[in-house]
């Protein structure tokens, strides 16, 4: 069985400044790890996703993720947020193409 | 271009009656997926599908059920709605283990 651990449930951040959302996962074997965006009244959108190799990975909008294996972390960051960054982020592992989500986490950019 | 859609966006229903929500992609994806979004609980797996004919429970699928009789569209119905099942409904696709392409969502209320 796996599971996502988001260990915050509202972040919010001054704009221009940097951001850091944490997941911790479980999971007794190897998984692919994502994160996705979901902006108010929509869809989820793909920020980025680990699948093997570096374990720092470079996604949309200047975000990025760092992939802990001895930690079972894949923290999110960004140096400089912008207001259109406010959304909710979900953190997700795959196994068997099924996703797993953690809870989420509301990121509340204010000016 | 190649999408994801879910229809209707919003549906009001009266408890006890059937309920059914389309999904119909046009990226050829083998692998399609229900989600059931509700507030601290992110998104949770309703029914899979990894090809015509084939239906798979997922973590909350009491109530609900699906067919896959082409590739393009997985329907999700609610036998007999109930209050518990008022939630937003995404439906995804993937080719792969790889990441999953959402839709817009269905927001369904059961009065």
């Known amino acids: 069985a796996q599971s996502v651990t988001q260990l915050d449930s509202q972040v919010p951040v001054f704009e221009e400044a940097p951001v850091e959302l944490r997941c911790n996962y479980s999971?007794?074997?190897?998984?692919?790890l994502f994160w996705y965006v979901q902006y108010p009244n929509q869809g989820l959108q793909l920020l980025l996703k680990?699948?093997?190799?570096?374990?720092l990975v470079k996604g949309i909008n200047g975000f990025e993720a760092e992939f802990n294996k001895s930690q079972t972390s894949f923290h999110l960051r960004k140096p400089s947020v912008h207001i259109s960054d406010t959304a909710e982020y979900f953190c997700?592992?795959?196994?068997?193409?099924?996703?797993?989500f953690g809870a989420g986490t509301t990121v509340t950019v204010r000016a | 271009d190649a999408e994801i859609t879910q229809s209707p966006r919003h549906k009001i229903t009266e408890t006890g009656r059937q309920v059914t929500l389309a999904c119909h992609q046009t990226?050829?994806?083998?692998?399609m997926f229900w989600y059931r979004q509700d507030l601290g609980h992110g998104l949770r797996l309703i029914h899979y599908?990894?090809?015509?004919?084939?239906?798979n429970k997922g973590e909350v699928s009491d109530g609900y059920s699906v067919s896959r009789s082409n590739t393009e569209d997985l329907p999700l119905t609610l036998e007999s709605a109930a209050s518990s099942q008022t939630s937003v409904y995404f439906c995804?696709?993937?080719?792969?283990?790889?990441?999953?392409?959402f839709g817009p969502g269905t927001r369904l209320t059961v009065t």
């Open positions: 995804a696709s993937s080719e792969s283990g790889y990441e999953q392409y």
């Open positions: 997700a592992v795959s196994l068997d193409y099924k996703l797993s």
């Open positions: 999971s007794s074997v190897s998984v692919y």
């Open positions: 599908s990894y090809g015509v004919h084939d239906t």
């Open positions: 680990y699948l093997s190799g570096s374990t």
């Open positions: 990226w050829n994806h083998n692998n």
